[in-house]
């Protein structure tokens, strides 16, 4: 079997130190804030994103370059591995997918195979870490690790609440009219995650039910503790409620680990500071 390697790109939203105690290799993506571009986890986070985003800074997303991308196969390939299997972000929330593989089709050919994550964070994370998995320990060809994971990458519910419309406004997931209507009431658009693409299914105006009626929820999956665990992300957001949502998830779903765990930058950068989450998903290593 060829010598093959596991990547991704920094939508994992986990440190350098991390990636490296992982074993993976991790493209790293852009933010522009205020006309200046930045690399996540090289010269940004997204605890300095959300210094910047509460102090009214602009703030887009882009994809790498094909120089960078290539720059990143180049050594990779220098370094002996043979086969790459490189997951990208959801192909619904970027373009990252046909971007990878639309260069690699043609300079790499089937030595990089590009794979659509359909997931964001720490559920990209686990699909990556589960096909390492499976390569590495399990003797999986690389070709049959991304079919198995396939079969998987939508096995996911998730709930996040992001503190105002007012950054969805930014990034046109919003209209700004709605964005003004909801601010000046309360309201708090309620996401979910649906085949790879965040979708609003409704509104609130107290987190902490809505975070207790999503406990309740995942807890009536009858999930596999073994199998799944539960993570709480947040980004800049109360502390009090953070904690409040670990006591539920403690009192409802009392088998399984719980995380609490950041962001990354380019999903923070549509979010915004202040979001909070809750996410049932397969565990790192389950095979």
Not at 272 to 285: C, E, L, Q
């Amino acid at each position: 079997m060829p010598k093959t390697l596991v990547t991704c790109d920094s939508t994992i939203a986990i440190s350098p130190e991390k990636a490296k105690e992982y074993g993976l290799r991790v493209l790293p993506l852009n933010v522009i804030v205020d006309n200046v571009e930045y690399h996540d986890n090289v010269d940004i986070d997204y605890l300095k994103l959300a210094k910047m985003m509460r102090a009214g800074s602009v703030i887009k997303t882009s994809t790498p370059t094909p120089y960078e991308i290539e720059q990143f196969f180049d050594q990779l390939f220098k370094e002996g591995y043979e086969k790459i299997v490189h997951f990208t972000i959801s192909s619904k929330l970027s373009s990252m997918f046909d971007l990878f593989t639309n260069i690699c089709h043609e300079k790499y050919g089937d030595k990089v195979i590009i794979v659509d994550s359909k997931s964001i964070m720490n559920f990209m994370l686990s699909s990556v870490l589960n096909c390492k998995q499976l390569i590495e320990e399990k003797g999986y060809t690389p070709e049959d690790a991304v079919e198995e994971i396939k079969k998987h990458v939508t096995d996911v519910e998730v709930v996040f609440i992001p503190e105002s419309l007012t950054y969805l406004k930014r990034g046109g997931r919003v209209s700004p009219t709605v964005s003004f209507i909801g601010n000046i009431i309360g309201l708090k658009p309620v996401l979910c995650f649906n085949d790879g693409a965040l979708e609003k299914i409704g509104v609130t105006r107290n987190v902490k039910a809505t975070m207790k009626e999503a406990a309740l929820k995942f807890a009536a999956l009858h999930k596999d503790p073994k199998i799944y665990k539960i993570s709480i992300v947040a980004v800049d957001a109360n502390e009090a409620l953070v904690e409040f949502i670990h006591q539920i998830v403690k009192e409802y779903l009392p088998d399984f680990e719980c995380t609490v765990d950041g962001f990354s930058v380019n999903v923070e950068a549509h979010a915004g500071p202040g979001t909070i989450g809750m996410i049932i998903h397969r565990k790192n290593n389950v095979y």
